[in-house]
């Protein structure tokens, strides 16, 4: 079974802190994806990259960077976090670039 | 107009029911479709996928696509309290640059025992 496994389940931390989210998956998955998840917006895309040290800005980038030094880790970071950034954060990898995503258990970000 | 529409709900229904969840796009080029469940405090898992018009069966789940229309159905037969989860639906045009999941916002389906 492919497996998608995020750091963190439950987060809190303070206005102003940089956070790091991070996403290991071990079927060696070529594409990965980071999304946020709020009631009413549904699933928004927030980065994604194909390969290796490539990335690419989904829909709502604004206050995200992320990192891929290696295939099997896509990391989020949120450079100086803010009250509108708390949300359900989900990473997902595919296969192929358009294919079934699996998707980790998901962090809840707290910021306070 | 938002690419993907779903029905906001939410929906509950007594056990047994049968369950019809809608989502219209509006991007013609979309040919992959998906439906996702989602329980609580856990990430979407696939539940059922199509590449093209007409249905597709699943014990009690059956996906439906009319692409004339611009619209997928998911239905759930004999509904169980095992059901309740969120349901999204995705779809892709599969090809071009960048493609990647279109997904609606989700709607949470209530069965009650």
């Known amino acids: 079974d492919v497996k998608v496994t995020q750091s963190s389940r439950y987060l809190v931390k303070r206005t102003g802190e940089k956070v790091f989210l991070e996403c290991v998956q071990d079927m060696d998955h070529e594409n990965m994806f980071w999304y946020r998840q709020d009631p009413g917006l549904g699933l928004r895309l927030i980065y994604f990259?194909?390969?290796?040290?490539?990335?690419e800005k989904g829909d709502i980038p604004e206050g995200y960077s992320v990192s891929r030094e290696k295939k099997e880790r896509f990391s989020l970071i949120l450079e100086s976090a803010s009250t509108n950034q708390t949300s359900m954060y989900l990473c997902?990898?595919?296969?192929?670039?358009?294919?079934?995503?699996?998707f980790g258990q998901g962090t809840r970000l707290t910021v306070v | 107009q938002k690419e993907v529409e779903q029905d906001p709900g939410p929906l509950s229904v007594p056990e047994g029911a049968i369950v019809s969840l809608n989502c219209t796009y509006s991007n013609s080029a979309f040919q992959y479709f998906m439906w996702y469940r989602q329980y609580s405090r856990k990430g979407p898992e696939l539940l059922m996928y199509t590449y093209s018009s007409g249905n597709k069966e699943d014990g009690r789940f059956t996906a439906q696509v009319d692409k004339s229309s611009k619209y997928i159905s998911l239905f759930i037969r004999d509904s169980q309290p095992s059901d309740s989860a969120t349901y999204l639906c995705a779809m892709t045009p599969l090809t071009g640059a960048n493609s990647k999941l279109t997904f609606g916002k989700g709607i949470t389906l209530s069965v009650r025992p």
């Open positions: 990259s194909y390969d290796v040290k490539m990335k």
């Open positions: 997902a990898s595919t296969l192929l670039p358009v294919d079934e995503a699996f």
